[in-house]
């Protein structure tokens, strides 16, 4: 005869516990469990457990906002058997505001100097930028997101930065391989040149006199500020590089100067963004936009000056459209549409409406948070839109199969929508 076993959850934004009571006092009872957030399936596991009760807690990643997750169980085990089905809407909170963006670039060329590896590998060019800022409120930050240097027209990704104004005495960076990001802390004064980020690139041949074009999206959370950047390259036969690839850069152990001035344990008159480790200084040489000698970051760029648009503001769109009355009526509402296809295995083509002319960033999230790729940024026109997403991350590699999360952000106001890449 069956036991009068009970299944009951408790559902949250971050996980789903299962509790199982009341079944056969007998070894290996199993539960058949699913998750689903939103109608898209998220986890399926399974309860085995010894005797009348058991538990088990399914971790959530959901992005922000209202969500409808659905817990169910399923289980014909020791004689009992039965199914469970539980609905709950919750509000997971709301992401922070979307920071004051502007997309910037600068073109230079590289001097007329050869760059060749070595015997026992290659050479490496390293490629720095800083930015110029003062005396900016505790908590301001700017970030570069989506930067690639471009070398005779091939594209190189560049790790992302923030840089954090606060209230201690020096300036300190540190390279967060996890992210792909540089993280830089500056004192409150800032300085003429605070380290922005930084790639270097082996080589075994480069001819000089490239023609090369660093750019990415800059972002502020101080609305109305203006900033100024450049960058420069220096060549080097000696990167610090992993105790596993001679490939993989070990940007920690280079040992970054983080500002011109106030750095942390560096009391030297280096630019922003001199490697400080001896080996590597001493292996500087000519090539790229440096002579050489001390010239550990090669001479700079021209300034390029930023003034990040606020999606908020007022004025954020900086040209209007005008509408010919023959056209269909703008749209009254924003409006995201499911991705197509859904589950994906090519591209997911992704159609949104604007009910005017606005600043809007989509991103691919993964489920545990991480920005996998930005697929749009910038200004589109009112009406209806389409953008797509090639499955790839950032860096042109094809994501896993698994859920992902496209969120379209615009003036403050955010919509999302699962998306199934099947492999």
């Avoid at 660093?214 to 420069?232: E, M, T, V």
Wanted: proline share 7%; with cysteine; aromatic share 8%.
């Amino acid at each position: 005869m069956a036991s009068a076993n009970d299944v009951s959850v408790t559902i949250s934004c971050k996980e789903v516990t299962f509790n199982a009571v009341f079944f056969p006092d007998a070894p290996g009872n199993t539960i058949s469990e699913s998750v689903f957030v939103d109608g898209i399936q998220v986890a399926a596991t399974q309860l085995i457990f010894d005797g009348p009760s058991g538990s088990n807690t399914v971790s959530l990643n959901i992005p922000f906002g209202d969500h409808d997750i659905t817990a169910n169980a399923m289980w014909n085990t020791n004689g009992a058997s039965g199914t469970f089905s539980q609905s709950q809407h919750v509000s997971c909170g709301t992401p922070p505001p979307p920071q004051c963006e502007v997309i910037g670039s600068i073109e230079a060329g590289f001097n007329g100097t050869n760059i060749v590896g070595v015997g026992t590998g290659p050479a490496f060019i390293w490629f720095n930028s800083n930015l110029s800022l003062k005396n900016q409120s505790a908590g301001t930050t700017i970030t570069l997101t989506g930067s690639q240097v471009t070398i005779n027209g091939t594209p190189y990704a560049v790790p992302d930065a923030k840089i954090t104004f606060a209230a201690v005495a020096c300036a300190s960076t540190q390279f967060d391989a996890g992210s792909n990001t540089w993280l830089t802390t500056v004192p409150l004064a800032g300085s003429d040149e605070i380290f922005l980020s930084g790639l270097a690139f082996p080589v075994n041949s480069l001819p000089g006199g490239a023609k090369v074009t660093w750019s990415g999206n800059f972002g502020s959370s101080q609305p109305g500020l203006c900033l100024s950047w450049k960058w420069g390259a220096a060549a080097y036969t000696f990167f610090t590089t992993s105790s596993t690839s001679p490939l993989v850069i070990d940007y920690n152990a280079a040992n970054i100067k983080p500002s011109h001035s106030a750095a942390c344990g560096i009391n030297n008159g280096d630019h922003a963004g001199t490697p400080q480790t001896q080996a590597i200084r001493a292996s500087v040489t000519g090539g790229a936009r440096g002579g050489g000698g001390s010239n550990f970051t090669g001479s700079w760029s021209g300034t390029g000056s930023l003034c990040p648009i606020c999606p908020t503001a007022a004025g954020a769109v900086a040209q209007r459209r005008a509408t010919p009355q023959s056209q269909t009526a703008v749209p009254k509402v924003l409006s995201f549409a499911v991705p197509r296809p859904n589950p994906a295995s090519g591209a997911a083509v992704l159609n949104f409406t604007l009910p005017h002319d606005a600043a809007v960033t989509i991103d691919v999230y993964d489920v545990s948070g991480r920005n996998v790729r930005t697929v749009a940024r910038g200004m589109f026109p009112a009406g209806a839109n389409s953008a797509s997403w090639n499955l790839a991350d950032r860096e042109g590699r094809p994501v896993a199969g698994g859920m992902y999360f496209l969120r379209l952000a615009t003036e403050g106001k955010v919509l999302s929508h699962p998306l199934i890449v099947a492999r």
